[in-house]
């Protein structure tokens, strides 16, 4: 059974939450404040959090922080800010999706499902490729696994996710909307700074010169292509 952390101050949200999760089978932890979220995540491991930023003790940017300190548990945030920086900084901490109060609650269960979905295990590539090497890393998809100078590389949950994407399509020029619906879900397709944020992540922790890439190339208004 599918474990959610729900981070929220506002009681009403919290109960709507936990009501509507419990009625789909979840089980559900809720915690007001950043600090009880981080010791709950690491006593109780969940398999997602719902996450409010606007936390009575702490920004919930810097939750993230600690989370992906030592977990890639998918993170959905769910907060009142709107501002693409605001939400650029929460997905460059580690957060996997981003939703806006007022929000839907079919919408957010719907993203909640897709981001548990992507942190799944896969099986072996669809051309029989399991492991495949580049000069400076190498990706293991059976094992979901990236390693890097004798160490495995961390990688978020939409990280790993787009990597894999590009990967099994190496090669190949994988347009902006294919990623966005392959990794986020058929409902995007034009939240191309998304993938702005993650590529330039993959490229920080697997690229030997990040401003230069080799493997994940920019094809301009078109999309991305992996190249061994």
Do not use: C
């Amino acid at each position: 059974m599918t474990r959610v952390l729900v981070v929220d101050d506002e009681p009403q949200i919290v109960r709507a939450l936990v009501i509507n999760l419990r009625a789909r089978k979840y089980e559900v932890d809720a915690a007001a404040d950043g600090a009880t979220a981080l010791r709950l995540a690491a006593e109780r491991h969940p398999d997602v959090v719902v996450l409010d930023l606007g936390l009575p003790d702490m920004d919930g940017v810097e939750v993230i922080r600690g989370l992906r300190g030592w977990t890639r548990v998918p993170i959905l945030v769910l907060s009142a800010r709107q501002t693409s920086d605001e939400k650029v900084e929460a997905l460059d901490a580690g957060a996997d999706d981003y939703v806006t109060k007022p929000f839907g609650m079919d919408e957010l269960l719907a993203r909640l499902r897709a981001a548990v979905r992507r942190a799944e295990p896969v099986g072996g590539a669809d051309d029989g490729v399991v492991v495949v090497e580049t000069a400076g890393f190498t990706v293991d998809l059976a094992a979901k696994k990236v390693h890097r100078d004798g160490r495995d590389v961390r990688l978020t949950p939409t990280e790993w996710h787009l990597l894999e994407v590009l990967v099994r399509n190496s090669g190949r020029l994988v347009s902006q909307k294919q990623l966005l619906q392959e990794v986020w879900g058929p409902s995007y397709g034009t939240e191309t700074n998304y993938l702005r944020v993650y590529m330039a992540q993959l490229r920080r922790k697997l690229e030997s010169d990040p401003s230069h890439p080799r493997h994940f190339v920019t094809e301009p208004g078109m999309g991305y292509r992996f190249e061994r």
